[in-house]
Each structure stands twice: as C-alpha cells, then as structure tokens.
C-alpha cells in the first residue's frame, strides 16, 4: 500500500507561480511512476506531467514550458512546479504513483485568478 498526502495548492494571480508537493509512505520501494493529473469541474480528468523511475519527463502540451515536475527519492516526495500560471490552469490537482497498481492522493485545489 503507498499512501499519498499533496499540499501547496491555493489561490494565485494569473501570472503567479505555486509548488505542489506529494508525500509518498508505506510500500514506497520500487514505485515506478509518478506524476500529476487534474480535473476543472465538468471537465475529465488530464494528464499534467508525469516523470520516470529512470528521471525522463512527459508534460501535457498545455503545460511545457511552464510547469516543471520532480522527485526528491531521499525525502520520498514529488513535486510540481508551476509558473506563469492562466486562469485555465484551475483544477484539482491529484498525485499518482504506479506500483503494480495506481495509487492516489486525495487532491488540492489551485486556483488562478484572471
């Protein structure tokens, strides 16, 4: 079992930047992947980026250049980093860990004011 606590979500001016971060405990060795996704009310939920057990990185197209993610293995937590924050950028964000099966954290809200 991998349990998962995110934090650093909030509210922020359009422009601002936030750091999410992911604290990962219980069976925690051999976690593969890990990563972020969101979800805007009425909208699916969409992958935000996600990085490799071996340190390579995916983004969504909406995110390149702006939001940068990252595993500190030694405190055992993921972090995501976001700049030049848009209004559409409003969603729950929900971290993940795959370790034979997907493991989720409970979600924290950011919100972009325009």
């Known amino acids: 079992q991998v349990e998962l606590v995110e934090s650093g979500g909030g509210l922020v001016q359009a422009g601002g930047s936030l750091r999410l971060s992911c604290a990962a405990s219980?069976?925690?060795?051999?976690?593969?992947?890990m990563g972020w996704y969101r979800q805007a009310p009425g909208k699916q939920r969409q992958l935000v980026a996600r990085?490799?057990?071996?340190?390579?990185?995916n983004y969504a197209d909406s995110v390149k250049g702006r939001f940068t993610i990252s595993r500190d293995n030694a405190k055992n937590t993921l972090y995501l980093q976001m700049n030049s924050l848009k209004p559409e950028d409003t969603a729950v964000y929900y971290c993940y860990a795959v370790r034979s099966t997907v493991y989720w954290g409970q979600g924290t809200q950011v919100t972009v004011s325009s």
């Open positions: 990085i490799h057990g071996g340190g390579s990185t």
């Open positions: 219980g069976s925690i060795f051999n976690i593969d992947s």
